[in-house]
């Protein structure tokens, strides 16, 4: 069955820190993986996307994930997070075989000053 | 190119009663998602649409229902409103089933 799990709920880190959000999927077929960022009273935009290729997407807001197939993981990183960061991520894998796309549950970003 | 538009943003109806929201799609994009989304539940799949037929399917009861029409543009029903049915209800667009979703504004339906 097609699932996507995000196992942190929130996270908070501190201004000028280091970020990763970490994502675990399992799909039936080949996997597209995206990562969406929703700040309050918003939709979703899109951060990035994995469709082949190299492992290693660069997306925007200076945001970027790794791919790795052993591990079923697709992990968001910021190396430097800004308070506007502070916002709701969700990790997704949808794909070919015409399975809808899945969401997680979503990690709620905090950033302390 | 413009967005994912959605109408109304803002709805306010009473138990008992019907909604119709509106969606329309980025120009070429031929898959219509819905959503809905409450903070204790998060972001529930509601149907995917594609060329007019449904795709996908959530768990949700019979009283949310929804189309596509030719021109992409897509509509969600929900009858006999419920207290539990406020939420945010969101729209995506994809060129197809599976691929990146573009995101509507959403509209925030209060039942009460």
């Known amino acids: 069955a097609q699932s996507v799990t995000q196992p942190d709920i929130h996270i908070t880190v501190s201004e000028g820190a280091s970020l990763e959000l970490r994502c675990n999927y399992s799909y039936g077929a080949t996997p597209y993986l995206f990562w969406y960022v929703q700040s309050p009273g918003q939709g979703l935009q899109l951060l990035l996307k994995?469709?082949?290729?190299?492992?290693l997407v660069q997306g925007i807001k200076g945001f970027e994930a790794e791919f790795k197939r052993s591990q079923s993981s697709f992990n968001l990183r910021k190396p430097s997070v800004h308070w506007s960061d502070a916002a709701e991520y969700f990790c997704?894998?949808?794909?070919?075989?015409?399975?809808?796309?899945?969401f997680g549950a979503g990690t709620r970003l905090f950033v302390k000053a | 190119k413009a967005g994912v538009t959605q109408t109304p943003r803002y709805l306010i109806k009473t138990r008992g009663q019907q909604v119709t929201l509106s969606c329309s799609p980025i120009s070429g994009h031929r898959s219509v998602s819905w959503y809905q989304q409450t903070p204790g539940q998060g972001l529930q799949f509601l149907f995917e649409y594609f060329s007019e037929t449904q795709r996908n399917k959530g768990n949700f009861p019979g009283r949310f229902s929804g189309r596509q029409f030719s021109n992409s543009r897509s509509e969600m029903n929900v009858s006999t409103l419920e207290l539990g049915d406020s939420a945010l209800y969101l729209c995506a667009s994809s060129w197809d089933v599976g691929g990146e979703q573009y995101f509507g504004p959403g509209t925030r339906l209060t039942v009460t």
């Open positions: 994995y469709f082949s290729g190299d492992t």
């Open positions: 997704a894998v949808g794909g070919t075989g015409g399975f809808k796309t899945i």
